[in-house]
């Protein structure tokens, strides 16, 4: 059995999302002990890891949601899990355009800096100059 500070250390969870995770469902609830204490089992340990891993891929929760019930039917196709790695490796693809073409207007505005004073400043003239700027769903991909 292992306690949920055992689980936070071995996965690099804090405690709190761990809670989180349970709350909403993505973790089992904990057995408790006589006095409260949550207990975990290896299992636990286990699912939490493949949540983390999955949050540092970039999946959503609810895609994350997705994966681990399949993860919990091994008869199910593999497909499904395929379909959300590939619309989660588009939504990557796409924010790596984004943020390209955020580099290369800051590379730009960088460039044309001349030092002297805000007056002159090419870097303030560029971000007020409203008609070349990128929206703002353009830029964080909202």
């Keep these: 059995m292992l306690t949920i500070g055992t689980l936070s250390r071995k996965t690099g969870t804090k405690v709190q ?17 006589a006095g409260g204490q949550r207990r975990y089992f290896e299992k636990d340990l286990d699912r939490l890891a493949f949540i983390r891993h999955a949050r540092q891929l970039g999946f959503a929760l609810d895609a994350i949601r997705e994966l681990l019930d399949l993860s919990d039917h091994p008869s199910h196709s593999c497909a499904e899990a395929d379909s959300i790695a590939r619309r989660q490796l588009l939504q990557v693809e796409q ?11 800051l590379k730009r505005m960088v460039a044309e800096c001349e030092g002297g004073n805000a ?10 100059d409203h008609s070349e700027c990128l929206t703002e769903h353009d830029a964080i991909g909202a």
């Design 17 to 33: 999302t761990i809670r989180y995770y349970e709350q909403i469902g993505l973790m089992n609830e904990a057995g408790r002990t």
């Design 95 to 105: 924010r790596i355009k984004r943020l390209q073409a955020l580099k290369k207007e």
């Design 119 to 128: 007056a002159e400043c090419k870097v303030l003239e560029v971000l007020r």
